[in-house]
Structures are given as C-alpha cells and as structure tokens.
Nanobody, 118 residues
C-alpha cells in the first residue's frame, strides 16, 4: 500500500487548508482511512477517520466542527478539509489505513506539514 499526502503549507489563523491523501496498492473495501498529526515535541494524535465502504466518520474533539474528512472512491483519495485553523493545529499530518476489523493502522504515508501562524 502506498499513501501520498499533500496539501500542507503555511497559513494564518482562521484560514482554511485542504489535505489530500492518494492511496494505491490494494482495494480498500472494508478498510478505514485515518488522518493523524504530530506537533513538535508531542505524541502523534488521532484527527479523523472514515470508513471506506459507508463513509462513516469520527473526529477528535479538538477538530470537531472545523475539520471534515471525505473519501473519493473513484480517485482513491481521502481528503481533510480544515477550516478556522488555529496555531495549535500546527503539526505534521499523516494519512494511514487499517482494516475495519482491526484497531491497528498497518500503513502510513509520509507527512505533510501544516503551519498556522497567529
């Protein structure tokens, strides 16, 4: 499985940014696609995930109402729309994939850096 994340950049607080993850290497039926982030000096944390089959979503409390995860089955992509960005959203963002029956993410992409200035 290959995961290629893109879309990071430097923005100001209150701005929006859209991250995209291109997935390849297998069919993703019965899989869950997730976004995680890791800020400097902090542990990696869950941001959001979406089931490939039905598009059911989950969000970390810190991003609820501001971030939206979506997937495009035709393009094999998973996007993270981030609105009303805050300086505390600054982090390296990673996409990952796990089987629906597992809690463990087996595949990870490289990160894309999001920096939010105040």
């Amino acid at each position: 499985v290959q995961l290629q994340a893109s879309g990071g950049g430097l923005v100001q607080a209150g701005d929006s940014l859209r991250l995209s993850c291109a997935a390849s290497g297998r069919t993703f039926t019965n899989h869950v696609m997730g976004w995680f982030r890791q800020a400097p000096g902090k542990e990696r944390e869950f941001v959001a995930d979406i089931t490939w089959n039905l598009g059911s979503t989950n969000y970390a409390d810190s991003v609820k109402g501001r971030f939206t995860i979506s997937r495009d089955k035709a393009k094999n992509t998973v996007d993270l729309q981030m609105n009303t960005l805050k300086p505390e959203d600054t982090a390296e963002y990673y996409c990952a994939v796990r089987r629906s029956a597992s809690r463990h993410y087996n595949w990870w992409g490289q990160g894309t850096l999001v920096t939010v200035s105040s």
